[in-house]
């Protein structure tokens, strides 16, 4: 797997994959934004908060999905992540993590290597049990619950807070190139 910046070709593909209501449900941009545009993601990877990644198997040219940090903040060496899967095509066999936990690990080493964060956190809605699955196998640790704070159809959720240290990262192993 490797993560490479999201080439002009793709910007429309990936706003679509936040746009869809499957996804978008669980994502915040902030004021209230949920999908992204492909104008406010062309913005995000030209702008320093923001460490945008597309995610491709090491032997195919096929975007996955999109993985990456906002609030990137240099000073405090701290980050949040995100990750949208958009091609369910690739699968991994039975025994190993799914493209979409390899690729959020392979950003995490990014974010404690090249951009030098010490701390990355993150938040999950309550009810989202594939992401709460993958903050377990990556080494997040609870930190405590946002109350009420995530509307779904109308209705609240908590956000349940995670964070990891640099020392506590270990990078999956990603056996089979996707």
Same mark, same amino acid.
């Given at each position: 797997?490797? =993560?490479?910046?999201?080439?002009?070709?793709?910007?429309?593909?990936?706003?679509?994959?936040?746009?869809?209501?499957?996804?978008?449900?669980?994502?915040?941009?902030?004021?209230?934004?949920?999908?992204?545009?492909?104008?406010? =993601?062309?913005?995000?990877?030209?702008?320093?908060?923001?460490?945008?990644?597309?995610?491709?198997?090491?032997?195919?040219?096929?975007?996955?999905?999109?993985?990456?940090?906002? %609030?990137?903040?240099?000073?405090? $060496?701290?980050?949040?992540?995100?990750?949208?899967?958009? %091609?369910?095509?690739?699968?991994?066999?039975?025994?190993?993590?799914?493209?979409?936990?390899?690729?959020?690990? $392979?950003?995490?080493?990014?974010?404690?290597?090249? =951009?030098?964060?010490?701390?990355?956190?993150?938040?999950?809605?309550?009810?989202?049990?594939?992401?709460?699955?993958?903050?377990? $196998?990556? %080494?997040?640790?609870?930190?405590?619950?946002?109350?009420?704070?995530?509307?779904?159809?109308?209705?609240?959720?908590?956000?349940?807070?995670?964070?990891?240290?640099?020392?506590?990262?270990?990078?999956?192993?990603?056996?089979?190139?996707?």
């Amino acid at each position: 797997m490797r =993560l490479v910046p999201i080439a002009p070709e793709l910007i429309e593909t990936v706003a679509g994959w936040t746009a869809d209501p499957t996804v978008s449900r669980w994502l915040d941009f902030g004021n209230g934004v949920q999908a992204l545009t492909p104008a406010a =993601l062309r913005i995000m990877t030209q702008r320093p908060m923001h460490c945008l990644r597309v995610f491709m198997p090491d032997d195919a040219d096929v975007a996955l999905g999109v993985v990456g940090f906002t %609030n990137v903040d240099r000073n405090f $060496k701290t980050a949040m992540p995100w990750i949208v899967l958009g %091609n369910r095509t690739y699968r991994h066999a039975s025994g190993r993590p799914p493209a979409s936990v390899v690729a959020l690990s $392979k950003l995490l080493t990014l974010g404690f290597t090249e =951009l030098g964060l010490e701390s990355i956190y993150a938040w999950v809605v309550e009810t989202n049990r594939a992401c709460l699955r993958m903050n377990t $196998k990556l %080494n997040f640790r609870y930190i405590g619950r946002q109350r009420h704070c995530h509307w779904i159809d109308g209705k609240p959720y908590d956000r349940l807070l995670f964070d990891i240290l640099a020392g506590e990262h270990k990078e999956l192993p990603d056996d089979d190139g996707a």
